[in-house]
């Protein structure tokens, strides 16, 4: 079935440190990967999407490269600030399985300190 | 503003009664989902309705139930039956365009039953 793996926090950086959190997968189909974010209290926001192999989707410095030979979607930010501190999921959506339905990483929560 | 709401933010009840949560959407989508989020942990799928009038059980249904009688709501009931309802709950929507299967989640509602 289909899965998503992530790396297990917690990730703690100090500002301008570059980010990487590792997202790998299982699919059956043709998936759509996201990274979504939630910020203490609050629901989850799209930061990112790809929808096909080798895409590479970005938002707020943020970026994230689908990788069909590897079975990826790592998420990278070249300079953290701390307003990032946040938990982060990876997820993905088969068009085989039901394409109206996410399948989630278990998140990793990330704290930024000045 | 188009966007999902979700009443109320926190919301305790004593074990035994049934309690629902409101989930309301203004962005015309077709499709609405609960998921349940616990600590550490990824999000869960309860319920998912692609339709008015129409809802499929997900992956951990048992002891909720929920209606879909207009497209913009679809409300979350907890039943005395489900064992551990404590938790954050998080409803989405999304449209059932082939291009698009990103969601959008409203803020939650913090559930504590004692």
């Known amino acids: 079935g289909d899965s998503v793996t992530q790396m297990e926090g917690p990730v703690t950086l100090s500002e301008e440190a570059f980010l990487t959190i590792n997202c790998t997968y299982t699919?059956?189909?043709?998936?759509?990967l996201f990274w979504y974010v939630q910020y203490p209290g609050e629901g989850l926001q799209l930061l990112l999407k790809?929808?096909?192999?080798?895409d590479k989707g970005s938002n707020k410095g943020f970026e994230a490269t689908y990788r069909k030979e590897t079975t990826s979607f790592h998420l990278e930010k070249g300079s953290v600030q701390v307003s990032d501190s946040a938990v982060y999921f990876c997820?993905?959506?088969?068009?085989?399985?039901?394409?109206?339905?996410?399948?989630f990483g278990t998140g990793t929560r990330l704290t930024v300190i000045p | 503003d188009g966007g999902i709401t979700q009443s109320p933010k926190y919301l305790f009840r004593k074990e035994g009664q049934n309690v629902t949560l409101s989930c309301e959407q203004n962005?015309?989508?077709?499709?609405m989902y609960w998921y349940r989020q616990d600590p550490g942990q990824g999000l869960r799928l309860i319920y998912y309705?692609?339709?008015?009038?129409?809802?499929q059980k997900g992956d951990i249904a048992e002891g909720y139930s929920v209606s879909r009688e207009k497209k913009e709501s679809f409300p979350l009931t907890v039943t005395s039956a489900q064992k551990n309802p404590t938790a954050f709950y998080l409803c989405?929507?999304?449209?059932?365009?082939?291009?698009?299967?990103?969601?959008?989640f409203g803020p939650g509602t913090r559930l504590t039953v004692t």
């Open positions: 989405a929507s999304s449209t059932d365009q082939v291009a698009s299967y990103e969601q959008y």
């Open positions: 309705s692609q339709i008015v009038n129409d809802f």
């Open positions: 790809a929808t096909k192999a080798d």
């Open positions: 997820a993905l959506s088969d068009l085989q399985t039901g394409a109206n339905n996410l399948f």
């Open positions: 962005l015309n989508h077709d499709a």
């Open positions: 699919a059956t189909g043709y998936p759509s």
